[in-house]
Nanobody, 125 residues
Framework: QVQFVESGGGLAQPGESLKLSCVTSGFTFRAYAMNWYRQAPGKEREIVASITSTDHSTKYVDSVKGRFTISRDNSRNTLYLQMNNLKSENTAVYYC??????????????????WGQGTQVTVSA
């Protein structure tokens, strides 16, 4: 079955960096766009960044542009999110999922109904 195992979160001070990883299994990783999401306390899960399956082009929500970098290693079935210059508002649980492009949506939709446990990122002085 489809599985996502996120890791790399932790406690960081504002301005510091973290790199998240998402190891996937159960589907053909290289064939899917991939998305990173986050869910802050009391809020709904929202998309953060996306990377295509073909040319690995990337897209970000405005609040993280220039600070976060999404990347993928198809040989390892692994997705990454490099987060630099972290801010307190980046505090959230971060998740990954496959992405399915939709003509009416800016970002691909989540491809699979299953989710991993996520990785907690806490940014605090």
């Amino acid at each position: 079955q489809v599985q996502f195992v996120e890791s790399g979160g932790g406690l960081a001070q504002p301005g510091e960096s973290l790199k998240l990883s998402c190891v996937t299994s159960g589907f053909t990783f290289r064939a899917y766009a991939m998305n990173w999401y986050r869910q802050a306390p009391g809020k709904e899960r929202e998309i953060v960044a996306s990377i295509t399956s073909t040319d690995h082009s990337t897209k970000y929500v405005d609040s993280v542009k220039g600070r976060f970098t999404i990347s993928r290693d198809n040989s390892r079935n692994t997705l990454y999110l490099q987060m630099n210059n972290l801010k307190s508002e980046n505090t959230a649980v971060y998740y990954c999922n496959g992405g399915v492009p939709h003509p009416d949506m800016e970002f691909p939709l989540a491809a699979f109904p299953s989710w991993g446990q996520g990785t907690q990122v806490t940014v605090s002085a």
